[in-house]
């Protein structure tokens, strides 16, 4: 079975700096996708950024980007100059291939971020 | 385009009541979740609905825990009866059933249940 860990349950970053939120996982698929979801506070979770597995390149969102270590089996989540609004919890998930899969979603990072 | 929408927002029950939560998928999503959000963890998967047969529950707690999606699009989650322990957030999704951006869920904001 997959699994998803994430070591950080807590981070704390400063407006404007940069944050690494880590994420490892475990499968013996090939076949896959990864994700970061993001959930603010009693508000909908939604898609920070996603990566597919046979993609050797780190997928960026504007802010966001992914350092995704296959054979490390690790996928983390950097967040430059960061802003009020990244605060949250963040989620990484794990989904295999094939449209019907369903996410399998690490504990989470709390993220706060201040002025 | 409308999001994934959920009712009710929050809801108070004591243990042994029964309560029902809503699903309204976005449109055309065939494929339906309901997942269990216990406070401090990620979300787990309880059920989820390819159109409107169960493509997999192996996670729901079939003694006190029922979900059907009727017509292939609204679905509703029941728990009869309630223990202290189903204390959660349920969180409804939805996604595409092939490529879809990628295999992408859409989540509901979630129904807040707590059990006195």
């Known amino acids: 079975a997959q699994t998803v860990t994430q070591s950080q349950p807590e981070m704390s970053v400063q407006e404007a700096e940069t944050v690494t939120l880590s994420c490892t996982y475990d499968t013996s698929e090939s076949d896959y996708y990864l994700f970061w979801y993001k959930q603010p506070p009693s508000r909908q979770m939604i898609l920070v950024i996603r990566q597919e597995a046979y993609k050797q390149q780190n997928a960026t969102e504007n802010r966001f980007s992914v350092n995704f270590q296959k054979a490390a089996k690790s996928f983390s989540l950097k967040i430059s100059d960061s802003q009020l609004g990244d605060a949250a919890m963040y989620f990484c998930?794990?989904?295999?291939?094939?449209?019907?899969?369903?996410?399998?979603f690490g504990k989470g990072t709390k993220l706060s971020v201040k002025p | 385009e409308a999001g994934v929408a959920q009712s009710p927002r929050y809801k108070i029950i004591e243990k042994r009541q029964s309560v029902a939560f809503w699903c309204n998928p976005i449109?055309?999503?065939?494929?339906l979740y309901w997942y269990q959000q216990i406070l401090g963890q990620g979300p787990k998967l309880l059920i989820q609905f390819q159109n409107n047969g169960v493509v997999d529950d192996s996670q729901l707690p079939k003694d006190r825990f029922s979900a059907e999606r009727l017509k292939g699009v609204d679905s509703t989650l029941k728990i009869q009866p309630a223990k202290l322990e189903d204390s959660a957030v349920y969180l409804c999704?939805?996604?595409?059933?092939?490529?879809?951006?990628?295999?992408?869920?859409?989540f509901g904001e979630g129904s807040r249940l707590t059990v006195l």
């Open positions: 998930a794990y989904r295999s291939g094939g449209s019907q899969g369903n996410l399998i």
């Open positions: 999704a939805s996604s595409l059933v092939w490529g879809g951006l990628g295999g992408e869920l859409f």
């Open positions: 449109s055309g999503h065939a494929t």
